[in-house]
């Protein structure tokens, strides 16, 4: 069943169009990545959405019915972990929780099972009776999406919950994450981090100037792109003529000479290393660390909008 479906949504602010024509559709069961750089239009796109924002044009139908302000039904499944922090300061971190998560569970004792578990969940067990004010950052990101989750909502969205995190708290979310889906909410996670999102993503729309440029497994996004395997040699003298002789070469898609570093972005294919290391050695050129990547996500958005993904 489709849970999210958003059919040529446009927001405007004025004379910026943040989103142009955005269209997604999310599948139930999914952990779907929002991938773009700043201001791309994620966190319009999730407040629209939500029915927080008004848009001017298209359609949005979450669990297969129109979205509107009123529809509380509909925003009772949803649990939100937005980008700003929103706890109580003078409650600790277990009554933070479990306020959150009493506004969608009222029976006690149900309530104090799903408390404990999103507090496991996070890994705030040794701060249950600390006040917001005492946590360090990362740790007040975990309570701050334990308040999220408790409830255990069928679909979650969460808009760069790691953003200036430590890597351990990073972790605990991401693991929090995937656990929540194995439990069966559907996700939408938003970031500018390529690699949290090839880790945890089943699905992931990349986005640019509000729109979805692509979309599909990272598999299927790294079929879309020419670059098959990115070469990188360190400490290299070349010549105008030796990098043109590289650029004409069938395999190789794009070259790059900077500050004594060649990089090599080459076509789908096989012995890509072997090839551009010959080339170098009939040219009797000496360089010193040599290393290959695979396609990344940055290529993909690289090739199809001409910049980097990072910032
Ligand atoms: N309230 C607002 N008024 C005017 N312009 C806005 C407003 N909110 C966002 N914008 C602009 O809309 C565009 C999309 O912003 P949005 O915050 O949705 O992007 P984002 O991809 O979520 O980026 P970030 O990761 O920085 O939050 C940006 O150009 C931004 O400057």
Do not use: W
């Amino acid at each position: 069943m489709k849970i999210v479906e958003i059919e040529n949504l446009v927001k405007r602010y004025g004379d910026l169009v943040a989103l142009d024509h955005l269209n997604l559709s999310i599948e139930e069961g999914e952990v779907f990545g929002l991938l773009g750089p700043n201001g791309s239009g994620k966190t319009t796109a999730i407040n629209c959405m939500l029915s927080l924002l008004k848009y001017d044009k298209g359609e949005i139908r979450l669990f297969g019915e129109k979205m509107e302000p009123d529809r509380y039904d509909l925003k009772r499944q949803i649990g939100i972990v937005l980008q700003n922090v929103a706890v109580f300061e003078e409650l600790t971190v277990y009554e933070n929780i479990d306020y959150f998560c009493g506004l969608y569970v009222k029976e006690k004792k149900k309530r104090q099972e799903l408390v404990e578990e999103a507090i496991r969940f996070v890994g705030l067990e040794d701060y249950r009776k600390m006040r917001p004010k005492k946590l360090s950052g990362g740790l007040l990101r975990r309570l701050n999406i334990a308040c999220g989750i408790a409830h255990k909502p069928r679909l979650i969205i969460m808009d760069e919950p790691t953003v200036a995190v430590d890597p351990q708290s990073r972790n605990k979310i991401l693991e929090g994450i995937k656990e929540l889906n194995r439990q069966g909410s559907t996700i939408i996670y938003t970031s500018h981090y390529m690699e949290e999102v090839e880790q945890i993503c089943s699905r992931i729309s990349i986005m640019d100037h509000g729109r979805s440029i692509a979309q599909g497994t990272k598999e299927e996004l790294k079929e879309l792109i020419r670059t098959g395997e990115t070469i990188t040699i360190e400490d290299v003298i070349l010549t105008a003529e030796q990098i043109r002789e590289m650029e004409i070469q069938p395999y190789v898609h794009e070259v790059d000479y900077k500050e004594q570093t060649l990089t090599v972005r080459c076509r789908k294919g096989s012995q890509n290393l072997v090839k551009v290391l010959s080339l170098l050695e009939e040219e009797k050129v000496g360089f010193g660390r040599v290393y290959s990547e695979l396609p990344t996500l940055n290529d993909v958005f690289l090739e199809i909008t001409g910049k980097q993904l990072r910032d």
